[in-house]
């Protein structure tokens, strides 16, 4: 599992779900949408990998602060 994978519950808790009665299928949806809409805005994949059964993992490098 990569070391910055954002569990399925806890995505579900931050979208204001609980996680005993959500649809996991829901959150399949949005993140592919959130894929195609990246691909089509800036022409890229977004950085964001499954980690299978788990969540996803963004796998980009991330600065922070003015460089």
């Known amino acids: 599992m990569p070391p910055n994978t954002n569990f399925r519950e806890?995505?579900?808790?931050?979208l204001?779900?609980?996680p005993a009665h959500?649809?996991?299928r829901?959150?399949?949806?949005l993140?592919?949408?959130l894929r195609n809409k990246?691909?089509?805005a800036w022409g890229?994949?977004?950085p964001l990998?499954?980690?299978h059964r788990q969540g996803y993992a963004f796998t980009a490098n991330i600065r922070i602060g003015m460089a």
């Open 49 to 51: 990998e499954t980690a």
């Open 22 to 24: 959500y649809d996991f």
């Open 10 to 14: 806890a995505l579900a808790i931050s």
């Open 31 to 33: 993140i592919r949408r």
């Open 16 to 18: 204001g779900h609980q």
């Open 26 to 29: 829901r959150l399949e949806i």
């Open 44 to 46: 890229d994949i977004l």
């Open 38 to 40: 990246a691909k089509e």
